[in-house]
Every structure is written in C-alpha cells, then in structure tokens.
C-alpha cells in the first residue's frame, strides 16, 4: 500500500486550519480563496467548514454567472408583470446575511460582479439604485470563492484576492491525503469568544511586517488580515510555549501565497536581481522593543525559513517574476482576451441591435422595458385603442456580449546538441508533453524547434494533438553541434507567421549557451556566438514575451547574454525536471 505524499499532507492539515481560522467568525476574516478543481477533495473541504459553522448559519451559492438583480436585488419580473407595478426581489448577498457565500467559478466572474462583491465586503451593505427601485441593507458575510482556473492568468481578480485573507491551493490533494479536523462546532464558537479578547505582540506584528515586506507584498490590507488570522491560530492551537507556530501558519496561509519575490538575504540564489538590497538583520534586531524574554526577534528566522520551504512551482514563479520585474516589460499577457458577439464566455448584457447578428436576451430586454411601461401606455392611449401587455422600443433591446481568447502559441526551442545532456532533451519532451495535456481546455498551441548539427529544424508546428507530439519527439535525437543562430532565425519565421494569424505567441529557450557552428555552417564559437546575439537583437523587436532556460550545471554566461540580447526571461534550472520546466515556462508566459 502506497503511504500518502508528505507534501499533499501538509497542504491538506494547512487546508483544515483554514476551514477551522474562517469557521471562528467568517465575516472578521472576510473570505478564503481556494484554488481546486471541482471534486471530492473540494467538496469535503466545504462540508468541514459547514460542519465548523454554528447549525444555524446561512449557505448560499452564487452561480457563476449570476446577474446583478440576483446578486443585489432588483426587479421581480414575474411579480411585476402580474401586478403592473415594481415589484423587488431579495439578493443573494441579503439573503446570507451574517452567514457564508460560496462563488462559484470566481475566476470568470464578471467585473461589475466582482465590484459589487468588493464594495459589500468593505461597506457591510449593500445599495440598490436600479430598474427604478432603490433601496439599503446591511448584510454581514464571509466568502468562500472556489477558483478553477488552470494557470496564472486565471485566477480571481486581485481586487476580491486583496480582500480575502486566507488563500488555499488544493490541485496537489488526493482523496487519500484526507484526515479529519480535531476541532468540532462547539470549540470554534469557545475559540471565538477568547480570540476577541487576545492581545497581539508588537513584535509578533514588527515580525508578521518584515516578512510582507520580505516577500513583496505591498497591501495594508494583507497586513490587517494578518494580523487577524494570528490571533485566531493562536487561540485555537492553545500553545502556551510562544507565537511561532502561529506565525509560521499565518505566513503559510495568507503572505506565501501573495508572495511576488524571493526574499533577498544574503543566502539567496545569484539569480535575484543585481540592484535588490538585502534585508538588514542586525538593524531590525537593535530597533526592536524589549519584550522581557518572552517573544525572541524573529525575522531572520522566519525569513530563513520561508526560503528554505517554498515550493519548486512558487520558487520558479518567484524567480520569473523577479527577472520581470527589473525588466520592466511592456508586452502583452498570453492569450489576450478579446470581445465577441457571437461566441465565447458570456459577460453580460448591453445596449445593441440583434439585427446586426448578436444574440438578443430576452429577460434583460424586458427588464429594461419595464419601468417605462406607465409612461408609454399614457403617450400611446391617444394613437392605438389594442391592449398591449408590454410595449418594447428599440433602445430597449439587450444583446448578450461574449469574451473569447486569442489563440495562444508557445514555441519550445531545444538545445538538441552534444554539448547538451540527452537527459535534458528528455526534460524537454516532456515539458511539452505536459503544456499538451492542457491545450484540451486552454486551448493553446505547442511548437517545437530543435537545433542540433549545422541546422534547425521546425519538428512540431503549432498545434494541440498530444499523440502527434508524442510521435515527433520521441523520434528527437541528439548530438552534434549547436547553431544556435538558425535556430533563431526559425524561430522569427515562426513569431511572425503566428502573429500575422492573430495568435498571441511566446516562446521558451532551453539551451547551454555554447552556440560553435555560425550561419554558413563553419565551425567557430566566438563567431557563432556573435552570430546569435546579432540575430537575437531581431527578435525582441517583435510582439513575442520569451523565457530562456539555462540548462547547464553551472549558470551560463552566454546564456545570460543571449536572455539579455532577447530581451527575453533568464531562468537557470540546473536540476529541473520536466515538472518545474512546464511550471516555469507557464508563469513566464501567462
């Protein structure tokens, strides 16, 4: 029998912690993001935070793509047509006042939508001013926002991110890493009381402050959160020997998450940005208050350990994010979003003439007639004597608008030379492999370009067929010599021809840098090299974001120059697998 992974079963005990921090009292946390496919493991993480909650507590659902009048309250349609007059109906938002939402899909919800979220998490409240109805209502709430989204790019929009304190990531849990809480209703309501009369540490604060500004994390709101969740861990893990246990959970839960770079000590890797200054350890340690003995100076502990524990995905997002940063790239995301009025995700309604081929809808037409109906039966009394039920005009008409995704291309461009390991040409494949097994949903595009010998040659073009790539590149073999400068040239060929179809293309280096055969095929590395930087500099001209990978057992320096000639994303991975080279080119790329 197979034990249960240890990392599963860490992010799992954290999971139950969460439930257990936001079940204490669900509208002083805010909300809790959680980051998992619809499944087992999900729905058992909701029925342990139902099972926390008093028996009593509301639990609603919010459809994906719920409608405004739904979410607030608005014009009962029904109502208002059977009596001939408006008639309101009761938001969901009302209806789970001092209980908990689930949104559902949160990462297609709408802007207007999530707005409306925002402003009820902050004001305690929420206004209808809409369909001529008006009206106020305070309501209370934590949200749980469930997040399906299978990279980067779809997560929930930062504004509600910034307004949910713990966030969760379930996609490495397997129903055999499940355990049960130690903790029942009763004792979270106990845990209540006592949380609201603890006391937080200063230096636990100054501790909790470091490590945010540590891990680059610049909202107050995080901050206030925090600061929360600490008091409510503490209470509930009933440890008289200190805060650390509470500290490290709380940084788990709610800053690693929002982490967007390394922390920068004197211990981290060469691949942090040269201009970042380290933290001053010793500086922090004079400024902090005397507390007696009784809580010790913590930032370079905590700090140390945060680095020591991250996990490779996040340890790669990090590092990309960081060479991003100091950058300052202006290129667009992957598989931008583009309006549609016949296909894609629906995003609601507006104003537009369905003759013109787009969708009319139907209720949101209605609704918009409505109000006016008084107003038209007056105006039109002296023109017709027919009894009509509801008069629509044309400025009425609602059509449904769509968003779709551009096409998105990755173009793969491997080192298939000697001087590149062959285990780093199967690493390669599968990478691929693995954007592949995605390209069902996301509906991407892989590429594959190899070099080796005097040419490159284009293996795979563009497309979504996991057999097909299977099939190339286990026919990849390797050996020979590295013209790297061909396999750049190609690679404009394919940037420009993908762009010129509209696509959103963004290409992925992996190589060691040790370009020996120039464009005419002769030998010579210091021309070769030339070579490639010249043709490099052609192809940051164009709209492309590209991420080069040193493969090599030791950083590169021509590797380093060839990212930089690029304009493109250094990354050094001398022991990457195929997991951590698809993550990478993932976060680079979204």
């Given at each position: 029998m197979n034990?249960?992974n240890?990392g599963?079963?860490?992010?799992?005990?954290?999971?139950?912690?969460a439930?257990?921090?936001?079940?204490?009292?669900?509208?002083?946390?805010g909300?809790?993001?959680?980051?998992?496919?619809?499944?087992?493991?999900?729905?058992?993480?909701?029925?342990?935070?139902?099972?926390?909650?008093?028996e009593d507590?509301?639990?609603?659902?919010?459809?994906?793509?719920?409608s405004?009048?739904r979410?607030?309250?608005?014009?009962?349609?029904?109502?208002?047509l059977?009596?001939?007059?408006?008639?309101a109906e009761?938001?969901?938002l009302?209806?789970?006042?001092?209980?908990v939402?689930?949104?559902?899909?949160a990462?297609?919800t709408s802007?207007?939508?999530?707005?409306h979220?925002?402003?009820?998490?902050?004001q305690k409240?929420?206004?209808?001013e809409r369909?001529?109805?008006?009206?106020?209502?305070?309501?209370?709430?934590?949200?749980i926002?469930?997040?399906?989204?299978?990279?980067?790019?779809?997560g929930?929009?930062?504004?509600?991110?910034?307004?949910?304190?713990?966030?969760?990531?379930?996609h490495?849990?397997?129903?055999?890493d499940l355990?049960?809480?130690?903790?029942n209703a009763?004792e979270?309501?106990?845990?209540r009381s006592?949380?609201?009369?603890?006391t937080?540490?200063?230096?636990?604060?100054?501790?909790?402050?470091?490590t945010?500004?540590?891990?680059?994390?610049?909202s107050?709101?995080?901050?206030?959160?925090?600061?929360?969740?600490?008091?409510?861990?503490?209470?509930?893990?009933?440890?008289?020997?200190?805060?650390?246990?509470?500290?490290?959970?709380?940084?788990?839960?709610a800053l690693?998450?929002?982490?967007t770079?390394?922390?920068?000590?004197?211990q981290a890797?060469?691949?942090?940005?040269?201009d970042a200054?380290?933290?001053?350890?010793?500086?922090?340690?004079?400024?902090s208050?005397?507390?007696?003995?009784?809580?010790?100076?913590?930032q370079?502990?905590?700090l140390?350990?945060?680095?020591?524990?991250?996990?490779?995905e996040?340890?790669?997002?990090?590092?990309?994010?960081?060479?991003r940063?100091?950058?300052?790239?202006n290129?667009g995301?992957m598989g931008?979003?583009?309006?549609?009025?016949?296909?894609g995700?629906?995003?609601?309604?507006?104003?537009?003439?369905?003759r013109?081929?787009a969708?009319?809808?139907l209720?949101?037409?209605?609704?918009?007639?409505v109000?006016?109906?008084?107003v038209?039966?007056?105006?039109s009394?002296?023109v017709s004597?027919?009894?009509?039920?509801?008069?629509?005009?044309?400025?009425?008409f609602?059509?449904?608008?769509?968003?779709?995704?551009a096409s998105?291309?990755?173009?793969f461009v491997?080192?298939?030379?000697?001087?590149?390991?062959?285990?780093?040409?199967?690493e390669?494949?599968?990478?691929?492999?693995?954007?592949?097994?995605?390209?069902?949903?996301?509906?991407?595009?892989v590429?594959?370009?190899?070099?080796?010998?005097?040419?490159?040659?284009?293996?795979?073009?563009?497309t979504?067929?996991?057999?097909r790539a299977?099939?190339?590149?286990?026919?990849?073999?390797?050996?020979g010599?590295?013209p790297?400068?061909?396999a750049?040239?190609?690679?404009?060929q394919?940037i420009?021809?993908?762009?010129?179809?509209?696509?959103?293309v963004?290409?992925?280096?992996l190589?060691?840098?040790?370009a020996?055969?120039?464009?005419d095929?002769?030998q010579?590395?210091?021309?070769?090299?030339?070579?490639?930087?010249?043709?490099?500099?052609s192809v940051?001209?164009?709209?492309?974001?590209?991420?080069?990978i040193?493969?090599?057992?030791?950083?590169?320096?021509?590797?380093?120059?060839?990212a930089?000639?690029?304009?493109?994303?250094y990354?050094?991975?001398?022991?990457?697998?195929a997991?951590?080279?698809?993550?990478?080119a993932q976060?680079?790329l979204?």
């Amino acid at each position: 029998m197979n034990e249960p992974n240890t990392g599963a079963k860490n992010l799992w005990l954290d999971a139950i912690l969460a439930a257990e921090v936001f079940a204490t009292d669900p509208s002083f946390i805010g909300g809790v993001r959680v980051r998992s496919l619809p499944g087992p493991v999900r729905e058992t993480w909701l029925e342990l935070v139902q099972h926390l909650l008093p028996e009593d507590t509301k639990w609603r659902r919010i459809p994906a793509h719920v409608s405004e009048s739904r979410l607030l309250g608005g014009l009962d349609l029904a109502a208002t047509l059977k009596y001939g007059r408006p008639v309101a109906e009761t938001g969901i938002l009302q209806e789970c006042d001092n209980g908990v939402s689930i949104l559902a899909m949160a990462e297609r919800t709408s802007r207007a939508i999530i707005a409306h979220l925002c402003s009820a998490l902050d004001q305690k409240s929420v206004t209808l001013e809409r369909e001529g109805l008006r009206g106020y209502a305070k309501t209370s709430f934590g949200l749980i926002t469930l997040d399906e989204g299978l990279d980067q790019d779809e997560g929930i929009a930062a504004s509600l991110q910034d307004r949910l304190a713990i966030l969760i990531d379930l996609h490495g849990v397997s129903v055999n890493d499940l355990i049960e809480s130690n903790l029942n209703a009763s004792e979270i309501s106990e845990a209540r009381s006592k949380a609201s009369n603890l006391t937080v540490p200063e230096e636990v604060t100054r501790t909790l402050c470091a490590t945010s500004e540590a891990l680059g994390i610049e909202s107050s709101r995080v901050m206030i959160m925090a600061h929360r969740i600490v008091r409510i861990i503490k209470t509930l893990l009933a440890d008289s020997s200190g805060w650390d246990n509470a500290i490290a959970s709380t940084i788990r839960l709610a800053l690693l998450p929002r982490a967007t770079r390394l922390p920068f000590q004197d211990q981290a890797d060469d691949s942090l940005p040269p201009d970042a200054e380290p933290i001053d350890q010793e500086e922090q340690a004079d400024t902090s208050p005397d507390t007696s003995g009784k809580i010790e100076p913590m930032q370079e502990q905590i700090l140390e350990s945060v680095l020591a524990n991250l996990p490779p995905e996040l340890l790669a997002r990090l590092k990309v994010q960081s060479h991003r940063a100091s950058q300052a790239r202006n290129a667009g995301k992957m598989g931008q979003m583009q309006r549609s009025f016949k296909r894609g995700r629906p995003m609601g309604t507006m104003p537009g003439d369905p003759r013109r081929g787009a969708r009319l809808n139907l209720l949101a037409t209605l609704r918009a007639a409505v109000p006016w109906q008084k107003v038209r039966a007056e105006k039109s009394q002296s023109v017709s004597k027919t009894q009509v039920k509801v008069r629509v005009q044309r400025e009425d008409f609602r059509v449904v608008r769509f968003r779709q995704r551009a096409s998105t291309i990755t173009i793969f461009v491997v080192d298939a030379s000697g001087s590149s390991a062959l285990h780093r040409l199967s690493e390669a494949k599968g990478a691929v492999e693995l954007m592949l097994a995605d390209c069902y949903v996301r509906r991407d595009q892989v590429a594959l370009i190899a070099f080796r010998g005097n040419s490159a040659e284009l293996l795979l073009p563009p497309t979504r067929s996991l057999l097909r790539a299977k099939r190339e590149l286990s026919a990849l073999p390797g050996g020979g010599g590295t013209p790297l400068s061909s396999a750049l040239e190609l690679t404009i060929q394919m940037i420009e021809r993908s762009c010129r179809e509209g696509a959103t293309v963004g290409y992925v280096i992996l190589t060691d840098g040790r370009a020996n055969i120039s464009r005419d095929g002769t030998q010579g590395r210091e021309q070769a090299i030339e070579e490639a930087l010249e043709v490099a500099k052609s192809v940051r001209l164009l709209d492309a974001r590209g991420l080069v990978i040193d493969t090599s057992q030791r950083a590169n320096r021509n590797s380093e120059q060839l990212a930089s000639a690029l304009d493109a994303v250094y990354l050094p991975l001398p022991h990457a697998d195929a997991n951590s080279l698809s993550a990478a080119a993932q976060a680079n790329l979204a």
